[in-house]
């Protein structure tokens, strides 16, 4: 009973683990780096990205192409396909992981040639656009519409102030409206709508009260327009009739009339009693002062 077992640990060992461990220092296996410092053609990619937990590693190492790739080059499916082997169905599916963690976004934009295109945004830092954000929708915050209540459009810019003639007669405003009217049949972009044509009625009676025919007033309004369209004609029309304004017309100093013919009164003859018209003191008609000048 008294003999003890020599191979008996002396004392129960507690098992050491992690990092604690006495052989992990001596372990020479795991990831090793040999960096160099780089000083061009380098982008830094945030480990968010790299070590995303969620993202797939096509999805990372797209994002990572993507933030590499200069302003303005293209970045849609058919141009991935091309650049790598994965086809373009894993890199749609790439794309909308991306998409889906706010590393990519995706714009449809009109150009100024009014073609629509679509712009794709590389984002290296989707955290801070969303705390950019937050703050604006928590300090404007939208009041809901009630229903079927109707949005208020808003106000239009003032038309351009346009020149008002010295005596606004009803008939010149009139012909000022017609000839506004009827520029449609000149340049069908010369549309006006009725507001539009009441406004700039006195700047057209304006010119015609300067001895400005109508034609003369039309070819100042319909020359040279824009060719590449006009977002407001009225507006256009309205600059025109103000800096193009001609002087008043000269001033015509009224022609005298002739005096009426003087009428004398109807006499009768004291020779022949012949009715005639002759001033005073004539008694005698044209014959019979004939007739006594040669008798005597």
């Given at each position: 009973?008294?003999?003890?077992?020599?191979?008996?640990?002396?004392?129960?060992?507690?098992?050491?683990?992690?990092?604690?461990?006495?052989?992990?220092?001596?372990?020479?296996?795991?990831?090793?780096?040999?960096?160099?410092?780089?000083?061009?053609?380098?982008?830094?990619?945030?480990?968010?990205?790299?070590?995303h937990p969620e993202l797939?590693?096509?999805?990372?190492?797209?994002?990572?192409?993507?933030?590499?790739?200069?302003?303005?080059?293209?970045?849609?499916?058919?141009?991935?396909?091309?650049?790598?082997?994965?086809?373009?169905?894993?890199?749609?599916?790439?794309?909308?992981?991306?998409?889906?963690?706010?590393?990519?976004?995706?714009?449809?934009?009109?150009?100024?040639?009014?073609?629509i295109v679509t712009r794709?945004?590389?984002?290296?830092?989707?955290?801070?656009?969303?705390?950019?954000?937050?703050?604006?929708?928590?300090?404007?915050?939208?009041?809901?519409?009630?229903?079927?209540?109707?949005?208020?459009?808003?106000?239009?810019?003032?038309?351009?102030?346009?020149?008002?003639?010295?005596?606004?007669?009803?008939?010149?405003?009139?012909?000022?409206?017609?000839?506004?009217?009827?520029?449609?049949?000149h340049d069908s972009r010369?549309?006006?709508?009725?507001?539009?044509?009441?406004?700039?009625?006195?700047?057209?009676?304006?010119?015609?009260?300067?001895?400005?025919?109508?034609?003369?007033?039309?070819?100042?309004?319909?020359?040279?327009?824009?060719?590449?369209?006009?977002?407001?004609?009225?507006?256009?029309?309205?600059?025109?009739?103000?800096?193009?304004?001609?002087?008043?017309?000269?001033?015509?100093?009224?022609?005298?009339?002739?005096?009426?013919?003087?009428?004398?009164?109807?006499?009768?003859?004291?020779?022949?009693?012949?009715?005639?018209?002759?001033?005073?003191?004539?008694?005698?008609?044209?014959?019979?002062?004939?007739?006594?000048?040669?008798?005597?």
């Amino acid at each position: 009973m008294d003999t003890q077992n020599p191979s008996a640990p002396p004392r129960a060992h507690v098992r050491v683990a992690g990092n604690t461990h006495p052989d992990r220092a001596h372990r020479t296996g795991g990831l090793q780096h040999d960096n160099t410092r780089h000083t061009t053609r380098f982008v830094v990619i945030g480990n968010h990205l790299a070590q995303h937990p969620e993202l797939s590693l096509l999805a990372i190492g797209l994002g990572t192409h993507l933030q590499s790739l200069p302003k303005g080059a293209p970045a849609d499916i058919k141009t991935l396909a091309a650049r790598f082997p994965e086809g373009a169905t894993r890199i749609a599916a790439a794309l909308r992981e991306l998409e889906s963690h706010g590393y990519l976004r995706r714009e449809r934009v009109r150009t100024s040639s009014g073609r629509i295109v679509t712009r794709t945004i590389s984002c290296n830092q989707p955290a801070a656009v969303r705390q950019r954000a937050e703050p604006c929708r928590e300090s404007t915050p939208s009041a809901p519409h009630p229903p079927h209540a109707p949005r208020k459009k808003p106000a239009r810019k003032a038309l351009p102030a346009v020149p008002r003639p010295a005596y606004s007669g009803p008939g010149i405003l009139q012909a000022a409206a017609d000839l506004l009217t009827d520029l449609r049949r000149h340049d069908s972009r010369l549309l006006l709508s009725a507001d539009d044509t009441a406004h700039l009625a006195p700047g057209v009676a304006a010119w015609l009260e300067r001895d400005v025919t109508p034609a003369a007033v039309r070819r100042a309004l319909t020359a040279d327009l824009p060719p590449e369209g006009m977002r407001r004609p009225a507006a256009l029309l309205a600059h025109r009739l103000a800096s193009q304004l001609p002087p008043p017309a000269p001033f015509r100093a009224q022609a005298t009339a002739p005096p009426p013919p003087v009428r004398h009164p109807i006499r009768n003859c004291d020779g022949c009693d012949r009715a005639f018209r002759a001033p005073a003191p004539t008694t005698h008609c044209r014959d019979c002062r004939t007739d006594l000048q040669e008798a005597a």
